[in-house]
């Protein structure tokens, strides 16, 4: 039961009671019945008028909070509840209500003043951009966005007669598509959902990345030309100045270069096609054959290399030739020392295959960023040797790491899955 219905129950009572021990009263002072009855009809009209008196006053009260109240809900910000008496019981309430609809204006304020600012800087963006609401109808519209489409767009147009479509929760238009980076946000406000959508024009960033790869493309190739031709000309150079040939050692040379050559050829071939490092053919093969071939590329004479291990290894000869040509450049153009002492380890963890280098060089500088494409703390280096061997050991599904030993020196770990779980692993 409600508080209004109690009070006219409570009231109602009252006024029987009081009028019930009058009558009480009257036939105790042996009052005649018309006597008795005339004084109950005359005092029962100014009881029933307290009784509605009291009864309009805390409506009025009541009623003039709840339509304050809600006048306010709908936004109405010029209102002011008249003053009640100081003893009235609802002042608190009263003033309650005023501050929080002075909160609420100050709210609205600020609100609106927010609005304004964000719709004046959206209208200057250069950037197209364009709210729906949950009917897909629009409901604002920067210029950007009217210039991009030149067509009308009326607030309250739906979606489709502007052109855009709604796939998979995302917002799109034909105008933004080559070019165009689009991104649309659904977010709930007021249990509504709406739509923005905006669109980015990246083509000069396009561009610009498109000059970037091709520059670093063509940085990586004359990287590892020259990792590969100097030792080439170098041996040559050495032949040809020679006035005692020796068959053996001119066949071995020749042996050397075309066996670089022919994988240098591929491997150039296959990353210049697809500007990228071309998936791995995974196969067994010798890997001290391979690193016998790497050492060739360098110069022998200051460089003592060392190899423990597991000789057959699992992957892609040409990729692998060419971590280990890398690997063992750099170990050379880092040391300080008279003879560089390179030690390879391989062997097999469960279906791993994990090499392991270690030098005698002064170790990496910077280890967190030894492995960032073009970085390089080298004189000469381009940064891209260690940077192209972790993308080599990746693209075998592996990792490489890098770090310095206690005793100084690189260590340099890589590890890639052998092949499928139930195959055997194969030893030398």
């Given amino acids: 039961m409600s ?41 029962m009209h100014p009881l029933v008028w307290l009784a509605w008196r009291c009864y309009w006053l805390w409506c009025q009260n009541i009623m003039q909070l709840t339509t304050y109240s809600q006048m306010l809900k709908e936004g109405e910000q010029n209102l002011h509840l008249k003053s009640s008496h100081h003893d009235n019981l609802l002042t ?74 709604l796939e ?66 170098s041996m040559t150079d050495t032949l040809l100045s020679s006035d005692d040939f020796d068959e053996q050692r001119i066949r071995l040379v020749l042996t050397r270069i075309h066996q670089r050559s022919e994988r240098l050829l591929s491997f150039v071939g296959q990353y210049s096609k697809l500007a990228q490092l071309p998936p791995p053919k995974l196969k067994w093969f ?4 391979v690193l016998a071939e790497a050492s060739a590329m360098i110069d022998e004479s200051i460089c003592e290399i060392d190899f423990k291990g597991n000789e057959q290894c699992f992957g892609d000869v040409e990729q692998i030739a060419q971590v280990m040509i890398n690997l063992l450049k750099n170990s050379q153009e880092a040391c300080e020392q008279a003879i ?36 390089t ?12 061997c972790a993308e080599i050991i990746r693209n075998h599904g592996g990792k490489l790491s890098v770090d310095n030993q206690d005793n100084g020196g690189a260590k340099i770990t890589m590890c890639w899955p052998l092949i499928e779980s139930n195959t055997d692993i194969r030893h030398a």
Avoid at 152 to 163: C, D, W, Y
Avoid at 362 to 368: C, D, K, Q, R, Y
Wanted: glycine residues 6%; hydrophobic residues 40%.
């Fill in 92 to 165: 608190e309430l009263q003033n309650e209500i005023e501050g929080l609809a002075a909160v609420k204006s100050s709210q609205n304020t600020q609100s609106s003043s927010l609005s304004h600012l964000l719709g004046g800087m959206l209208d200057s963006w250069p950037v197209p951009v364009c709210l729906f609401d949950q009917q897909l109808k629009l409901t604002y519209r920067n210029n950007a966005m009217n210039e991009q489409l030149q067509q009308p767009m009326l607030i309250g147009s739906v979606a489709t007669e502007l052109g855009f479509t």
């Fill in 377 to 388: 703390t080298k004189k000469h280096g381009s940064g891209i040797g260690l940077s192209l």
């Fill in 286 to 289: 010798n890997l001290s054959d």
């Fill in 168 to 233: 998979d929760g995302q917002l799109g238009h034909p105008k933004f598509s080559d070019n165009w980076q689009c991104q649309s946000i659904n977010y709930s406000h007021h249990n509504e959902k709406h739509w923005l959508f905006s669109a980015l024009d990246i083509s000069q960033q396009l561009h610009k990345n498109q000059t970037t790869t091709q520059q670093n493309l063509i940085r990586v190739l004359g990287h590892e030309l020259r990792n590969s031709l100097t030792p080439m000309t």
């Fill in 340 to 375: 560089t002492k390179v030690n390879f380890k391989a062997y097999y963890n469960q279906q791993e295959q994990v090499l392991e280098l270690t030098d005698n060089g002064p170790g990496f500088a910077n280890l967190s960023n030894v492995l960032t494409p073009f970085y």
């Fill in 3 to 43: 508080h209004e219905k109690w009070l006219k129950i409570g009231l109602s009572v009252t006024v029987i009671v009081i009028m019930s021990l009058i009558a009480a009263l009257t036939i105790s002072l042996n009052w005649s019945v018309l006597a008795t009855c005339s004084i109950l009809f005359v005092l």
